[in-house]
C-alpha cells in the first residue's frame, strides 16, 4: 500500500483527548498527526465551560484546604452508582492529578475556580466546598498564530471571562448586570476563557511540539492489516489519502450527537438535538465497528445532557443552532409537564433529568417529556431570557406570551387546569424560602450557578405578574454520549471477542464512560479525556 503521509501516531479529533495524546507522543520522541473533521480545532471541549474536575489536584493540594483521598474516592463511587468499572474508574482517579499537573508542566496554565462547590455539595457523601475544579488561566488567541482563526471559540458560554469573573457577577441570572465593558475589550483582543481557552493552551503545547495538524479532514476509514491498525484513511480538499501510523490510531472523535438515529437508540428520548458542532456523527462506532470494535454503555438517563430551545434564525457551523435552558432554576419560573404540573427541582439537573426520562408502563409513555418552562412578567422584568434582556421582547415563534396561565397553556398544548392549580400552589410558598414539593434551592452549585442573591432562597420566587410566558424544551446533548467504544486499561479499543484491537485507541466521548458509570460531574468529561490521551500515548510509543 503506498502512503500519502507517514507519522507514529494519528489522533482522530482535536479536543482534550486527541491533543493531549498528540502532546504525550511529542514528548516520548515520537511524530504526531491530528485529523479533524471540522474546519476548525478545539472540538467540544472548545465549547464546553473549560472545567476539569480533578480530586487531589496540585493546586488543591497546595492550598490552605487539602482534599482527602478517601472523601474523593467516596463521591466518585456516589456518582458512579455501581455502573463504574472498578479498574478504570481506580486508574482515572490515579492519574487524574498527576496528568493535570503533567500538562501543566508543558505550559498548559491552570487556576482553582474558587468557592465553586461539588454537583452534590453538602448532600452526598466526600462532597467539598471548594477546590476540585480547574479552569484554564486566559489565553490569547493570536498566541496560536496561523491556527489563531482555525481554532474554535464557543457560542455557549459567555466569552472572555473567567468563572470566578462571573460568579463575582452574580452568575447567569445577572446576567443584565454583568462587566460588558471589560468583556468587550477582551472580545476585540481575542482574548479566551473557558473552553476556548484551555483548548488554545493545549493547542499552543501541542505546535510547540512540532505536533502537526489537518482540519476539514474527516477520518472515513481505519486501515486494518494481520489483525493490527496501521493508519487511517481519510477525505481532504475532494481526494482520499491515506496515512500511515507507526505506532497507533487514537479515536477521540467524539460520539453521535447529530446522528439522531443513534441517539434515539442509545439515549432512550424521542427526541434529540445537540450543543456541540454538527461533525459528530457517530463515527467512532463506524470506525470501530467496521473491525469488530465492541460497544458497551451506561444508564443514560443522568449524564450530561440539558434541556433547550432554537432561537429562530440563529446558527453555528451552517446548522441551526440549540441553547441549553438554565432559565427554570432562576426565580419566577418552574416546569411543568403536559399536564401543567411540576414534577422535579428545576434549578438542578441532577434532580430533573432523569425524571425526564420516567416511563409510565401503563399509558406506555414518558409522563414528563417534553418538560415546559414557564416564567411570568417578575422573570422578565428582572433576567435575560437566553439573549433577549429585560425589556426586550422574545420572539413569539419561541417564547409563547398570554395574559392567564389557562392561555399560556393552550398555546403551549398542555392542561389548563392543571398549569392553573400548580402556579396557584406554587405561589403559596415561592414568596419564601422552602419549597415542600421538590426542595429547590437546596443545592449550593445551583445557588451559584442560577441564582438570584437578593433572595432568602436564591432559586425560588412565585408566578404572580402577567402577562405569562412559557416555552417546549427538546433534550440537548453536550457530548457525553450512554454508549462508546469499549476500552481496557491502556485505552486500547475491545474487540468484540473480548482481546484488544492492535493498535487502535480510543478516548474522550468516543469511548465508553466504564471510568465514571452513570451518574455526571462536569469537568469528568475533560478530564477523562485528558487522562486516556495520556494513556494511549504512553502504551502506543511504549513509554
Given at each position: 500500500?503506498?502512503?500519502?503521509?507517514?507519522?507514529?501516531?494519528?489522533?482522530?479529533?482535536?479536543?482534550?483527548?486527541?491533543?493531549?495524546?498528540?502532546?504525550?507522543?511529542?514528548?516520548?520522541?515520537?511524530?504526531?498527526?491530528?485529523?479533524?473533521?471540522?474546519?476548525?480545532?478545539?472540538?467540544?471541549?472548545?465549547?464546553?465551560?473549560?472545567?476539569?474536575?480533578?480530586?487531589?489536584?496540585?493546586?488543591?493540594?497546595?492550598?490552605?484546604?487539602?482534599?482527602?483521598?478517601?472523601?474523593?474516592?467516596?463521591?466518585?463511587?456516589?456518582?458512579?452508582?455501581?455502573?463504574?468499572?472498578?479498574?478504570?474508574?481506580?486508574?482515572?482517579?490515579?492519574?487524574g492529578p498527576y496528568v493535570a499537573k503533567w500538562v501543566a508542566d508543558r505550559g498548559v496554565k491552570w487556576r482553582i475556580i474558587s468557592d465553586f462547590p461539588d454537583y452534590h455539595y453538602p448532600h452526598a457523601p466526600g462532597t467539598v466546598a471548594k477546590g476540585r475544579y480547574l479552569e484554564p488561566e486566559l489565553f490569547e488567541g493570536a498566541q496560536l498564530g496561523e491556527w489563531q482563526k482555525k481554532s474554535y471559540t464557543t457560542p455557549h458560554m459567555?466569552?472572555?471571562?473567567?468563572?470566578?469573573?462571573?460568579?463575582?457577577?452574580?452568575?447567569?441570572?445577572?446576567?443584565?448586570?454583568?462587566?460588558?465593558?471589560?468583556?468587550?475589550?477582551?472580545?476585540?483582543?481575542?482574548?479566551?476563557?473557558?473552553?476556548?481557552?484551555?483548548?488554545?493552551?493545549?493547542?499552543?503545547?501541542?505546535?510547540?511540539?512540532?505536533?502537526?495538524a489537518m482540519v476539514s479532514t474527516p477520518a472515513t476509514k481505519l486501515i486494518h492489516e494481520d489483525g493490527k491498525v496501521v493508519g487511517v484513511e481519510a477525505e481532504r480538499e475532494g481526494q482520499t489519502i491515506r496515512i500511515r501510523a507507526r505506532k497507533g490510531v487514537l479515536v477521540a472523535c467524539g460520539g453521535y450527537d447529530w446522528n439522531e438515529e443513534m441517539a434515539r437508540h442509545f439515549e432512550g428520548l424521542p427526541e434529540w438535538g445537540s450543543m456541540t458542532q454538527p461533525y459528530l456523527e457517530g463515527d467512532n462506532l463506524v470506525l470501530g465497528g467496521e473491525i469488530g470494535a465492541a460497544l458497551a454503555g451506561v444508564p443514560s438517563y443522568n449524564l450530561g445532557m440539558f434541556f433547550g430551545y432554537q432561537v429562530p434564525g440563529e446558527k453555528a457551523d451552517g446548522k441551526p443552532m440549540w441553547r441549553a435552558s438554565w432559565e427554570g432554576g432562576y426565580p419566577h419560573a418552574i416546569w411543568v409537564n403536559k399536564e401543567g404540573k411540576r414534577f422535579a427541582d428545576e434549578s438542578f439537573y441532577r434532580n430533573y433529568l432523569p425524571r425526564c426520562h420516567d416511563w409510565d408502563g401503563e399509558a406506555q409513555e414518558h409522563p414528563n417529556y417534553p418538560p415546559y418552562l414557564i416564567l411570568d412578567q417578575n422573570y422578565r422584568?428582572?433576567?435575560?431570557?437566553?439573549?433577549?434582556?429585560?425589556?426586550?421582547?422574545?420572539?413569539?415563534?419561541?417564547?409563547?406570551?398570554?395574559?392567564?396561565?389557562?392561555?399560556?397553556?393552550?398555546?403551549?398544548?398542555?392542561?389548563?387546569?392543571?398549569?392553573?392549580?400548580?402556579?396557584?400552589?406554587?405561589?403559596?410558598?415561592?414568596?419564601?424560602?422552602?419549597?415542600?414539593?421538590f426542595g429547590r434551592g437546596r443545592y449550593p452549585w445551583a445557588a451559584c450557578m442560577v441564582g438570584d442573591r437578593s433572595r432568602a432562597n436564591q432559586n425560588l420566587g412565585p408566578l404572580d405578574k402577567p402577562p405569562y410566558y412559557g416555552v417546549k424544551l427538546t433534550a440537548v446533548g453536550v457530548g457525553v454520549n450512554a454508549v462508546g467504544l469499549k476500552t481496557n486499561l491502556d485505552a486500547q479499543v475491545m474487540h468484540v471477542r473480548g482481546r484488544p484491537i492492535d493498535g487502535l485507541y480510543a478516548a474522550g466521548n468516543s469511548a465508553a464512560l466504564l471510568d465514571i458509570g452513570a451518574g455526571y460531574q462536569s469537568g469528568l468529561s475533560n478530564l477523562r479525556g485528558m487522562v486516556w490521551g495520556w494513556v494511549a500515548a504512553k502504551h502506543a510509543m511504549g513509554g
Amino acid at each position: 500500500m503506498s502512503w500519502d503521509h507517514e507519522v507514529d501516531f494519528v489522533s482522530i479529533g482535536s479536543g482534550l483527548g486527541g491533543v493531549t495524546a498528540a502532546i504525550h507522543v511529542a514528548e516520548l520522541g515520537g511524530s504526531a498527526l491530528i485529523l479533524e473533521k471540522a474546519p476548525k480545532l478545539g472540538g467540544v471541549c472548545a465549547y464546553s465551560g473549560g472545567e476539569v474536575f480533578v480530586c487531589m489536584n496540585h493546586l488543591m493540594q497546595d492550598s490552605d484546604a487539602p482534599d482527602n483521598e478517601s472523601d474523593a474516592r467516596a463521591y466518585l463511587d456516589f456518582l458512579a452508582g455501581g455502573y463504574a468499572d472498578k479498574a478504570m474508574a481506580g486508574k482515572l482517579f490515579e492519574l487524574g492529578p498527576y496528568v493535570a499537573k503533567w500538562v501543566a508542566d508543558r505550559g498548559v496554565k491552570w487556576r482553582i475556580i474558587s468557592d465553586f462547590p461539588d454537583y452534590h455539595y453538602p448532600h452526598a457523601p466526600g462532597t467539598v466546598a471548594k477546590g476540585r475544579y480547574l479552569e484554564p488561566e486566559l489565553f490569547e488567541g493570536a498566541q496560536l498564530g496561523e491556527w489563531q482563526k482555525k481554532s474554535y471559540t464557543t457560542p455557549h458560554m459567555p466569552p472572555g471571562i473567567t468563572h470566578d469573573e462571573l460568579f463575582a457577577w452574580g452568575g447567569l441570572a445577572a446576567m443584565p448586570r454583568w462587566d460588558f465593558a471589560t468583556m468587550g475589550g477582551r472580545i476585540a483582543k481575542d482574548i479566551r476563557g473557558m473552553g476556548p481557552a484551555m483548548m488554545g493552551w493545549f493547542l499552543k503545547a501541542a505546535f510547540d511540539r512540532g505536533v502537526q495538524a489537518m482540519v476539514s479532514t474527516p477520518a472515513t476509514k481505519l486501515i486494518h492489516e494481520d489483525g493490527k491498525v496501521v493508519g487511517v484513511e481519510a477525505e481532504r480538499e475532494g481526494q482520499t489519502i491515506r496515512i500511515r501510523a507507526r505506532k497507533g490510531v487514537l479515536v477521540a472523535c467524539g460520539g453521535y450527537d447529530w446522528n439522531e438515529e443513534m441517539a434515539r437508540h442509545f439515549e432512550g428520548l424521542p427526541e434529540w438535538g445537540s450543543m456541540t458542532q454538527p461533525y459528530l456523527e457517530g463515527d467512532n462506532l463506524v470506525l470501530g465497528g467496521e473491525i469488530g470494535a465492541a460497544l458497551a454503555g451506561v444508564p443514560s438517563y443522568n449524564l450530561g445532557m440539558f434541556f433547550g430551545y432554537q432561537v429562530p434564525g440563529e446558527k453555528a457551523d451552517g446548522k441551526p443552532m440549540w441553547r441549553a435552558s438554565w432559565e427554570g432554576g432562576y426565580p419566577h419560573a418552574i416546569w411543568v409537564n403536559k399536564e401543567g404540573k411540576r414534577f422535579a427541582d428545576e434549578s438542578f439537573y441532577r434532580n430533573y433529568l432523569p425524571r425526564c426520562h420516567d416511563w409510565d408502563g401503563e399509558a406506555q409513555e414518558h409522563p414528563n417529556y417534553p418538560p415546559y418552562l414557564i416564567l411570568d412578567q417578575n422573570y422578565r422584568d428582572k433576567y435575560a431570557f437566553c439573549s433577549f434582556m429585560p425589556g426586550v421582547e422574545a420572539p413569539e415563534a419561541l417564547l409563547k406570551k398570554a395574559d392567564t396561565p389557562a392561555e399560556l397553556a393552550e398555546k403551549l398544548g398542555i392542561d389548563p387546569e392543571g398549569l392553573t392549580a400548580t402556579i396557584e400552589r406554587f405561589n403559596e410558598f415561592a414568596h419564601g424560602d422552602v419549597d415542600p414539593d421538590f426542595g429547590r434551592g437546596r443545592y449550593p452549585w445551583a445557588a451559584c450557578m442560577v441564582g438570584d442573591r437578593s433572595r432568602a432562597n436564591q432559586n425560588l420566587g412565585p408566578l404572580d405578574k402577567p402577562p405569562y410566558y412559557g416555552v417546549k424544551l427538546t433534550a440537548v446533548g453536550v457530548g457525553v454520549n450512554a454508549v462508546g467504544l469499549k476500552t481496557n486499561l491502556d485505552a486500547q479499543v475491545m474487540h468484540v471477542r473480548g482481546r484488544p484491537i492492535d493498535g487502535l485507541y480510543a478516548a474522550g466521548n468516543s469511548a465508553a464512560l466504564l471510568d465514571i458509570g452513570a451518574g455526571y460531574q462536569s469537568g469528568l468529561s475533560n478530564l477523562r479525556g485528558m487522562v486516556w490521551g495520556w494513556v494511549a500515548a504512553k502504551h502506543a510509543m511504549g513509554g
